[in-house]
């Protein structure tokens, strides 16, 4: 059973940083892209960032919101990625969710897998 957890989230000022961590875990035979989304009250789910990595060299895609504040990173050993935020805004308050295209062992199709979500609450 594959299982994605997330956790770094809680309450910042607006200008703070945070750092996002979610690990894979269980039967995985490889990751694809892995990323990161959000959903505000009363909002669709957002895409936030996003990472491939093919053969050692990694491609990233961000929101507008985001970029430049945003940094997306994974360590393949660890079968981990990370969200690293910088000059947070109170709009940035959200549930932020890992995601990972897994292809579980002993499986020859791929699935796309999510986390619980942790929250990010940025307020005065």
């Known amino acids: 059973q594959v299982q994605l957890v997330e956790s770094g989230g809680g309450l910042v000022q607006p200008g703070g940083s945070l750092r996002l961590s979610c690990a894979a875990s269980?039967?995985?035979?490889?990751?694809?892209?892995m990323g990161w989304y959000r959903q505000a009250p009363g909002k669709e789910r957002e895409l936030v960032a996003r990472i491939t990595s093919v053969a050692s060299v990694a491609t990233t895609r961000y929101a507008d919101s985001v970029k430049g504040r945003f940094t997306i990173s994974r360590d393949n050993a660890k079968n981990m990625v990370y969200l690293q935020m910088n000059s947070l805004k109170p709009e940035d308050t959200a549930v932020y969710y890992c995601n990972a295209n897994i292809r579980p062992r002993y499986n020859d199709a791929s699935y796309l897998y999510w986390g619980q979500g942790t929250q990010v609450t940025v307020s005065s």
């Open positions: 269980g039967s995985i035979f490889n990751i694809n892209d």
